[in-house]
C-alpha cells in the first residue's frame, strides 16, 4: 500500500468513528513529532500494539480485501499483564476479512452501528481444513446452530463469539460497520492462522510523509 492510502484510510476512519461519536484516545491523533516526545512514556503501547492498523492482508486492494482496526488495550503473551483486548474495527462495505482462525484467542464481534455485518462460519479439522456440517456459536450469548459456511448477518447492537480454531471471514452489507472487538490478549504475529496464505502487515510505499504510526511503526529507544 501507498503511504498517501494509509493517510487517507486512516483519515477516513477518524471522520467515520466521530460521526457515529465513538471517541478515541488523545494518542490516536498523535503525530512522529508527538511520538517522539512521549515515547518514553509509552512502553505499554509499544509493547502491546496498540494504535491504529490498516492492513490490506497482502491482497494489493485494501478497498476489496483489508480492514481499519484500532487496538485500545492489550495484554502480552511474553510479559503477561492485562487478560484482555479490546479493538475498534471500521470495516467498509462489501470489504472482506479473509477467512482465518486463531489458535489462543476468544472473542467477541460486536456490530456496534453502521449496516449488517456478516460472516461465514466452519470449524477446523486437524489438518486445519474446513470442517462440514453443523456448529455451534454464541449469539448474543445465545446458543445458536449453525450449518457450517452458512450465512450469517448481525444487526447493530448484536455480537458473536469467536472461539478458537473457528475459522470466520466477514464482511459488511448495506453500509460501513463500526465493530467492537472484546477478547483474550490478543497476539497477531503468532496467533493467526489464514486459511490461504496472506500478509498481515502489508508493506508500505513510502510516497507521503507519515501523518499517524501504524502500530508497528513506533519509534523505539
Not at 77 to 105: A, D, F, G, W
Not at 151 to 159: A, F, H, V
Request: proline share 5%.
Amino acid at each position: 500500500m501507498k503511504r498517501s492510502d494509509v493517510n487517507q484510510y486512516i483519515d477516513y476512519a477518524m471522520k467515520f468513528m466521530a460521526e457515529n461519536k465513538f471517541c478515541l484516545p488523545p494518542w490516536a491523533y498523535w503525530t512522529p513529532s508527538d511520538w517522539e516526545q512521549m515515547r518514553d512514556r509509552c512502553e505499554e503501547i509499544f509493547e502491546n500494539g496498540l494504535g491504529w492498523d490498516i492492513t490490506d492482508f497482502g491482497s494489493g486492494n485494501f478497498i476489496k480485501t483489508g480492514l481499519t482496526l484500532v487496538t485500545l488495550r492489550n495484554g502480552n503473551l511474553v510479559k503477561p499483564s492485562k487478560q484482555y483486548c479490546e479493538k475498534i474495527m471500521l470495516v467498509r462495505n462489501s470489504q472482506v476479512t479473509p477467512l482465518h482462525y486463531h489458535v489462543l484467542k476468544t472473542e467477541d464481534i460486536i456490530n456496534r452501528t453502521g449496516g449488517l455485518l456478516c460472516m461465514k462460519l466452519w470449524n477446523s479439522a486437524p489438518d486445519g481444513s474446513l470442517s462440514e456440517g453443523l456448529l455451534e456459536v454464541k449469539i448474543d450469548s445465545i446458543t445458536t446452530t449453525i450449518r457450517s459456511g452458512e450465512k450469517i448477518c448481525l444487526k447493530p447492537g448484536q455480537s458473536i463469539c469467536y472461539t478458537p480454531y473457528l475459522y470466520h471471514t466477514f464482511w459488511a452489507e448495506g453500509g460501513d460497520c463500526l465493530v467492537g472487538e472484546v477478547s483474550s490478549v490478543n497476539d497477531d504475529k503468532t496467533d493467526n492462522r489464514f486459511q490461504e496464505e496472506r500478509g498481515r502487515y502489508s508493506a508500505i510505499d513510502e510516497d507521503a510523509p507519515i501523518l499517524h504510526y501504524l502500530c508497528n511503526e513506533y519509534p523505539r529507544k
